[in-house]
């Protein structure tokens, strides 16, 4: 939402996971049209975002620490600046095993690693700006204390 002056803030509603997307889209537009009677300000965006929360607390799988992040670095274009996906806890197996990278670069070459790159691109996911990864071209361990 966004009054006169600018100045925007953010609304926060939760639906059940069991739900399918257009049965969300569905109903946040039928609340969304109500804000605009309870509001001055106007809309200028809406968002649905999954996030799934384990009914049972979860045990970690592997022993990696969460800070130990492995950042992948995608080209989006030769107008447009690269951009990069973070993920956490990245495991010992996708790192490069020898010369100037060893132990530091993730091996664009490991299978789990094609995989993961192609789904990004594959399915048209983008930079903040809006801007289609199209090749993840470098990534290594960073780590994210």
């Not at 939402?1 to 953010?10: K, L, N, P, V």
């Amino acid at each position: 939402m966004q009054d006169e002056t600018g100045s925007t803030s953010a609304i926060t509603l939760f639906a059940s996971s069991s739900l399918e997307y257009a049965d969300i889209d569905t109903a946040l537009s039928g609340v969304v049209s109500m804000f605009v009677s309870l509001s001055g300000a106007t809309l200028i965006t809406q968002r649905v975002r999954y996030k799934w929360v384990p009914d049972e607390p979860v045990t970690a799988g592997g022993s990696t620490p969460i800070a130990r992040t492995g950042i992948f670095f995608f080209s989006t274009g030769p107008s447009t600046p690269d951009s990069l996906v973070s993920i956490p806890s990245v495991k010992d197996s996708i790192l490069v095993t020898s010369g100037p990278m060893d132990g530091v670069g993730i091996d664009l070459s490991n299978a789990d690693v094609i995989t993961f790159a192609s789904a990004v691109v594959d399915n048209g996911f983008s930079s903040p700006f809006g801007d289609v990864f199209e090749l993840l071209f470098a990534a290594y361990l960073q780590s994210r204390v």
